[in-house]
């Protein structure tokens, strides 16, 4: 299970203090009002940082670090990559999931048959997609509905699906 989520990535500085454009990379941005401290990540070096101010300009968040004064320092963290921890994540309801903890579960039918990988989780407007790589390699998609997703197990790490008659008739 996922210990830790990427929430942004720098994309680049912002003004003369120091402040940094973030994209985020949540489904939550406004969280990063309430963020004290998140962990940068680059090539070279881990770093926790902490948020003195956050505010939101079109896709991006404008993010004034306690640890950067200068445009210059900015400039060095373009590209890094921002986390936290699992228990600053947002509180998960009934049947919903981290969708870093989908990726790489093991996919088997309902009568146990062994599918595949689920290798990607795509948000659609009505309801998540879960893209399922087949032992063949071939990529098949399923609306993660109830009709077709039947459970979701993190600590057996399998995902049990619905095979809908015709489905895998389709795939190339």
Known sequence: MQTEFQVGAIASVHGIKGEVKVFPTTDEPEKFKKLKKVVL???KEEREMHLKSARFFKNM?????????????????????LW?????AVPLEKNEYYQ???????????????????????????????????????????????????????????VTVHVMEGLLDLVR
């Open 41 to 43: 990540k680059t090539e």
């Open 84 to 88: 936290i921890a699992r228990k600053q």
């Open 61 to 81: 968040v404008i993010v004034k670090f306690a640890e950067i004064e200068s445009p210059e320092e900015a400039q060095k963290y373009r590209g890094a990559t």
């Open 100 to 158: 870093a903890d989908l990726i790489g579960l093991s996919v088997v039918t309902e009568d146990g048959k062994e599918l595949g990988t689920l290798t990607d989780v795509l948000e659609t407007g009505a309801n998540d997609v879960y893209e399922i790589t087949l032992q063949d390699k071939r990529r098949v998609l399923f609306p993660a509905i109830r009709d077709c997703i039947k459970d979701v197990d993190l600590e057996t790490g399998r």
